[in-house]
């Protein structure tokens, strides 16, 4: 039988690709000489990166990362500053959040709380003033006028005196406080009469009606203009008046008297005494309109009027040497001079402002003055110019026996015993009732 031939052998794949041994041609270990330092190792090149490394990689070509939030490395440096300019949290070496330093604020508030114990301390009367106006429920309104409800004005003589008040101390932020005249009118504009006159004797309803303006207008200037109040003179006023009456009341200003007594007819006080606190001026009364029986007119009025005064500079040291303030005038018996001392019209002192808490007073005056205009065909005189009738007049809180064109109110922080003052007591707000006829020097029961 034929004899088979062994089959060619395949290389071995021990061997190297050139058929040489892999022990080497002499039979040695070819990794014997090699060296594991530190110097291969750094030499080491990664041929292949792992089989997770090229999963991530493939996903996050389509799916990019994102930030858990958690820890941060400390190579990462600081964050950055937020939209806002918030500042980034600070962390420690290992990347962990650390907590803020509260600042310490407790120091500064207790000083501040101890400033501010002391000095509302040293200031009471002025801390009350501010709690009163911003808390307190008779705060005033600007121009220090109060917020009370508002008094109509009178169409008829009322049956009652108005009800009381709190009696509450008047201040500069408070001039009206604790008076029945807090919600009064502050204008004559709101006065009118009730229906429209119409014509009365010689003259037609047209003058009529500019007759009573003109009453009007006169009565505003010479007890509501703040230049005649603080001492000045009446000139718009006196330009009203006919030639006769007008020289009578000039002389008087220049020379008053107690039978010559401006007062009579102008509310003016001594700016050395008394200050208005505001140009506001309450009042409260009614105009009415009749013939006078030679076909002339008679323009009736009857008006209250309030004036809210501070201390002028020389208030303290004249206070005690002047009679008493009272209701009604002095009695006639009582020494009087012929001649009052009288001041330069006009005289006005300037005075700096005075602190809000600063006590005040009011005067209360009350006129009732009767205004005619003739008939032009059998008197001399112009109907548009006024003449007086029958006048009245009496003030609250003035002093008794002085007549020197001014009023002098007394202010509480002032205030002295008043034994001199023997008259009744009366109310200045009552306006249910005439005028008294007493000439005793009496008192007001408020202010």
């Known amino acids: 039988m034929p004899i088979a031939e062994d089959p060619e052998p395949r290389p071995s794949e021990d061997r190297a690709p050139d058929g040489a041994d892999p022990s080497g041609a002499d039979g040695k270990d070819p990794f014997a000489d090699l060296v594991l330092d530190e110097e291969f190792v750094r030499g080491a090149a990664v041929k292949e990166q792992s089989g997770r490394t090229r999963m991530l990689s493939a996903r ?168 005649v109040i603080a001492g000045g003179r009446p000139d718009t006023a006196l330009a009203m008046l006919e030639r ?26 001594d700016p050395r005494e008394a200050i208005q606190v505001t140009d506001t001026v309450k009042l409260q009364g009614r105009i009415s309109v009749e013939g006078d029986g030679e076909r002339g007119v008679v323009v009736h009025t009857d008006f209250t009027y309030v004036y809210a005064l501070r201390p002028g500079p020389e208030a303290a040291q004249r206070a005690f040497t002047r009679p008493p303030a009272a209701s009604a005038p002095p009695k006639s018996a009582a020494p009087a001079p012929k001649d009052g001392t009288a001041k330069p019209v006009g005289l006005v002192v300037p005075v700096a402002d005075a602190p809000g808490d600063t006590w005040t007073t009011r005067t209360v005056v009350r006129r009732i003055d009767d205004f005619r205009f003739y008939d032009p065909a059998r008197y001399q005189n112009s109907p548009k110019k006024i003449n007086f009738g029958k006048r009245s007049s009496e003030s609250g809180n003035s002093a008794c026996d002085v007549y020197d064109g001014y009023y002098h109110p007394q202010f509480d922080q002032f205030a002295r015993p008043n034994p001199e003052q023997s008259g009744p007591t009366t109310d200045p707000y009552d306006r249910s009732k005439g005028l008294t006829d007493s000439e005793e020097c009496g008192t007001v029961s408020r202010s």
């Not at 109060?146 to 009322?158: D, I, K, M, Q």
């Not at 020289?247 to 008087?252: G, M």
Request: proline fraction near 13%.
């Open 244 to 269: 006769e009456t007008r020289d009578r009341l000039e002389a008087a200003l220049a020379h008053p008297s107690e039978k010559d007594d401006p007062l009579t007819s102008f509310s003016r006080f």
């Open 60 to 227: 996050w070509q389509h799916t990019p990362p994102v930030d858990p939030g958690g820890r941060r490395s400390v190579n990462d440096g600081p964050k950055k500053a937020g939209r806002f300019g918030r500042k980034p949290k600070p962390v420690d070496p290992w990347g962990n959040s650390r907590p803020r330093r509260r600042p310490e604020w407790r120091t500064p508030l207790y000083v501040v709380l101890t400033v501010a114990v002391l000095l509302a301390a040293l200031n009471i009367d002025g801390l009350r003033s501010w709690y009163s106006t911003r808390f307190g429920d008779g705060a005033d309104g600007p121009g220090g006028t109060h917020s009370a409800a508002p008094v109509a004005p009178e169409t008829a003589r009322p049956t009652t005196a108005p009800p009381p008040v709190d009696e509450k101390q008047p201040t500069v932020d408070h001039p009206w406080a604790g008076s029945p005249a807090e919600g009064w009118p502050t204008t004559m504009d709101a006065f009118d009469l009730p229906q429209a006159p119409g014509a009365i004797g010689v003259f037609g309803a047209e003058q009529v009606a500019a007759q009573v303006k003109l009453v009007k207008e006169y009565l505003a200037a010479a007890n509501l203009d703040p230049k």
